[in-house]
């Protein structure tokens, strides 16, 4: 694994049994999830806090999310 990534498993809580029982489609997914060792924790984090203090969010990144929402919609 590389270093500063982690399994999505690990971010599963000590609730993950009860999500077994109540949400047997979303244990499945999270199953598959936990296999992947490329969760790279320190980018999630940096993301967060980029997003915490609004800058995370710029006109260019608005545009191409509206922009490829369009295509999808329009099926181009």
């Known amino acids: 694994m590389r270093p500063g990534c982690q399994g999505a498993g690990t971010l599963v809580t000590a609730n993950s049994e009860m999500v077994r029982q ?4 979303l244990a499945r997914i999270l199953d ?3 296999r992947d060792p490329g969760i790279r924790t ?3 984090e940096e993301i967060q806090a980029r997003i915490r203090k ?3 969010l710029t006109e260019e990144k608005l545009n191409l999310a509206i922009h490829r929402l369009l ?3 329009l099926g181009s």
């Open 71 to 73: 295509k999808e919609i």
């Open 42 to 44: 320190d980018l999630v």
């Open 32 to 34: 598959v999830l936990s």
């Open 22 to 25: 109540r949400f047997p489609r």
């Open 54 to 56: 609004g800058e995370y």
